[in-house]
């Protein structure tokens, strides 16, 4: 009898430790995963940067700062962060037409108030000016308020993704914001999962991950 229980301790060991080695290569292969991705991303924007007017990069960053507390870094604002087709990589990076500059303004002013709100705690900035070139590229549509850089797209770098209920909370707690303050803003905000976001202040409305207001959880409460 003793022999059976030490047998079947051993096997229910064995069994926990590899499923704990399972695990972990994939975990590793994750981050590993992510890790290169940051850095090829990197070197694309280092190898665009050093193309570019210094003066121009200087000026464009210098814009934000003279009316935000804390503006973004220099690669957040001329970079899209969101998928792009292996072809398109090296056109999303860029700066707009200085006459788009301020155009950008007022969706940065709201999403800084969100976070100074306590709304979220971190962010990063994923998209906000598209260049004609790579709207065609990623088939975007032809009246996004990207083009002419009135939106800004950011990912909320917490709560964890992976935390379903979390994730919930955070966008009903965005979307109280919008239904009670959304008018007043003229703010436009899309809301396409993954703690992922996009704001304008061009019209009061909003929409989900297809892009229509049927998916919005803004209004399903």
Known sequence: ???????????????????????????????????????????????????????????????????????????????????????CEYKRFSIPPKKYWNNLKSSLLLLEKLHQNEYFKSYTITATYRNPELNTCVDGAKKSKHIQNFAVDFHILNPKETHKTDSERLEQKLCDFWRKEGKQYRMGFGVYGNNRFHIDTQSYRTWGKDYSAKTSPCLKH
């Open 1 to 87: 009898m003793m022999n059976k229980i030490i047998i079947h301790f051993f096997l229910l060991s064995s069994i926990f430790l590899l499923s704990s080695c399972s695990k972990q290569p994939n975990s590793e292969q994750k981050n590993t995963q992510q890790g290169k991705e940051k850095s090829a991303l990197k070197e694309q924007y280092d190898e665009w940067k050093v193309k570019q007017d210094p003066k121009l990069l200087k000026e464009y960053q210098q814009f934000f700062a003279s009316f935000m507390k804390a503006p973004p870094p220099l690669m957040e604002l001329v970079t899209n962060r969101n998928f792009v087709p292996k072809n």
